[in-house]
């Protein structure tokens, strides 16, 4: 948190990954087989998406054949953890807690999560009430003094992430990428890059990735 540099016993952070990685209600183990088998099939979902977008102009062709490479041989994800040192320990595992990152740098989705990513945060500024850090906060703050009275709250959600219903997480995305789209096709022209794909490729895009 904050970016300080933490060291600890490896058994320690072993512990906490094990604790979080044997929630049931979070994740499930899979046999090897099966494992290679979801990868195939998310290649296989992927590559279409990956050919629509080229031939709609929203892929250049050296991006195009970089995914279509990345799918020949199909990686998952990698898990690590980022130690939360301004939480209490954990009483289970004895360490403190840990942030789960779940990094696709060497997986099957890596092109297309890196697509979508840089494709939507232009319009993560206009969603209501949003903030980027905790300068965004302090600038966004009344000048003067607060009115008597007032009282600033924060609010968490436990494991966000993986709180959240992927259903309706991706059609409210998606609603929302529609709403927004041509303020996107606006930026994209003033930027010269590639315009922005369509609601359904998008949808498509997004609903693969998740």
Known sequence: KGGATVVLNTSDYDREAERQ??????????????????????AAEIAPIMDRLLLTGCLNRNEHRASLEELE????????????IHKEINAKSGTFPGRPI?????????????YLTELTSPLLSTIPGSLTDTTDLLNKLPADCLPEGSRLLTADVNSLYPSIPWLEG???????YAEHVKHLRKIHKERKLLPPPSIQDFHDALRTVV
Request: proline share 4%.
């Open 102 to 114: 779940v990094a696709t740098f060497a997986s099957v989705t890596h092109h297309l999560d890196k």
């Open 170 to 176: 991706i059609e409210a995305a998606t609603a929302y």
């Open 21 to 42: 990685l044997s929630d049931t209600n979070t994740y499930s183990e899979l046999s090897k087989e099966l494992f290679e088998k979801e990868l195939r099939e998310t």
């Open 73 to 84: 041989t199909p990686n998952g994800s990698r898990i690590y953890f980022l130690p939360k």
